[in-house]
């Protein structure tokens, strides 16, 4: 099974994959691996431009996103087909599951075309809102240049999504910087951990019936507090 995580920059993909979706994975002994779509493009940046796996993996700065972007889109969707990392993912998957790997977290869902891969895989698709965590990342990622945030913002890879129905995703969780949401993401993970991880040795085909319950379960305890 693939669990897809969806969003723009800096939203919170991966907080979501390791503190809530990687747990429930580890506590019922799932054999499982966290890959992503961009993890060939990143490879490629590295090894042709000569880049520390930090500057591309852990802290990108506004050249090493703009080379991303590049060999993702310029130099590969638009050249090799916009599906060419999709193959690639594919084709990677296919090696880890003859290894013995069961299920597979993919933390950078980009594009129209990899939401339908997930989906037609039989997959599960999260959605993560975060507005101002993204302006944030972009902000610091350009220092405050104008010209360079529209640049970034306006890729066809951050905004390929924006035109997609939210509900072509099985949960879709409010991650912003507010304290409303603050508040609504912790009641999300403390409702989440305990229940649903109770759960999910039954089936892990409820999966999306079980965080859809708690996401509810979480706007309730939200306004409670605010009432």
Same mark, same amino acid.
């Given at each position: 099974?693939?669990?897809?995580? +969806?969003?723009?920059?800096?939203?919170?993909?991966? %907080?979501?994959?390791?503190?809530?979706?990687?747990?429930?994975?580890?506590? %019922? &002994?799932?054999?499982?691996? /966290?890959?992503?779509? +961009?993890?060939?493009?990143?490879?490629?940046?590295?090894?042709?431009?000569?880049?520390? @796996?930090?500057?591309?993996?852990?802290?990108? !700065?506004?050249?090493?996103?703009?080379?991303? /972007?590049t060999e993702g889109t310029e130099l590969g969707?638009?050249?090799?087909?916009?599906?060419?990392? $999709?193959? %690639?993912?594919? !084709?990677?998957?296919?090696?880890?599951?003859?290894?013995?790997?069961?299920?597979?977290?993919?933390?950078?869902?980009?594009?129209?075309?990899?939401?339908?891969?997930i989906k037609k895989s039989g997959g599960m698709? $999260?959605?993560? !809102?975060?507005?101002?965590?993204? %302006?944030?990342?972009? @902000?610091?990622?350009?220092?405050?240049?104008? !010209?360079?945030?529209?640049?970034? +913002? &306006?890729? $066809?890879?951050?905004?390929?999504?924006?035109?997609?129905?939210? =509900?072509?995703?099985?949960?879709?969780?409010?991650?912003?910087?507010?304290?409303?949401?603050?508040?609504?993401?912790?009641?999300?993970?403390?409702?989440?951990?305990?229940?649903?991880?109770?759960?999910?040795?039954?089936?892990? /085909?409820?999966?999306?019936?079980?965080?859809?319950?708690?996401?509810? =379960?979480?706007?309730?305890?939200? &306004?409670?507090?605010?009432?």
């Amino acid at each position: 099974m693939i669990i897809g995580i +969806a969003g723009k920059m800096g939203c919170g993909k991966d %907080y979501i994959c390791n503190n809530i979706v990687i747990p429930v994975l580890q506590k %019922y &002994n799932c054999k499982f691996l /966290q890959m992503s779509f +961009a993890d060939q493009i990143k490879v490629n940046v590295m090894t042709k431009n000569n880049i520390p @796996f930090n500057d591309v993996y852990v802290d990108k !700065n506004i050249e090493t996103r703009t080379l991303l /972007q590049t060999e993702g889109t310029e130099l590969g969707r638009d050249v090799l087909g916009n599906d060419i990392w $999709i193959r %690639y993912f594919d !084709n990677w998957m296919k090696v880890y599951k003859s290894r013995g790997v069961e299920h597979f977290i993919c933390t950078d869902i980009r594009f129209t075309n990899e939401v339908e891969y997930i989906k037609k895989s039989g997959g599960m698709l $999260i959605y993560i !809102n975060a507005p101002n965590r993204n %302006y944030n990342r972009l @902000f610091r990622e350009s220092n405050g240049d104008p !010209n360079i945030i529209a640049k970034l +913002a &306006n890729h $066809i890879s951050e905004c390929d999504l924006d035109t997609l129905p939210r =509900n072509h995703f099985d949960i879709v969780i409010s991650n912003d910087t507010s304290d409303t949401s603050d508040i609504l993401q912790d009641s999300f993970q403390d409702s989440f951990q305990d229940s649903f991880q109770d759960s999910f040795q039954d089936s892990f /085909q409820s999966i999306n019936d079980i965080l859809s319950q708690h996401l509810l =379960n979480a706007k309730s305890r939200f &306004n409670n507090l605010i009432m």
